[in-house]
């Protein structure tokens, strides 16, 4: 029997944590997190099967175990990237007040 050879455009997936929530993977440019409400079937599969994870092409997570294929597109990414906002005129200065009599 021979064995089997990964394809040159599969790669390894690591999975880092299995949580009560979710999957969390690292890929070779990126961390994903994998939701089990998103995707309940993953929950109930043992570790090992887990655990047997690829990256198909560069856009589908695959478990060959499970016969399961998730689109890169519907699970999230980490690190999450916070921009700065600007502060506005208005709350770089002091705040105008009057005083009111009653």
Known sequence: MQPLIQSETDS???ITLVSTHGLW???NNSELFVSFLEFPQLRA???IKLNHVV????DILYWPDLNIEIPLKRVRCFPL???KPHPSRRSA?????RSVTV
Do not use: C, E, I
């Open 12 to 14: 390894k997936v690591n």
């Open 25 to 27: 993977l690292l890929t």
């Open 45 to 47: 599969a043992s570790s």
């Open 55 to 58: 990256q198909l092409h560069s």
């Open 81 to 83: 990237t916070f921009v």
């Open 93 to 97: 200065r002091r705040a105008k007040t």
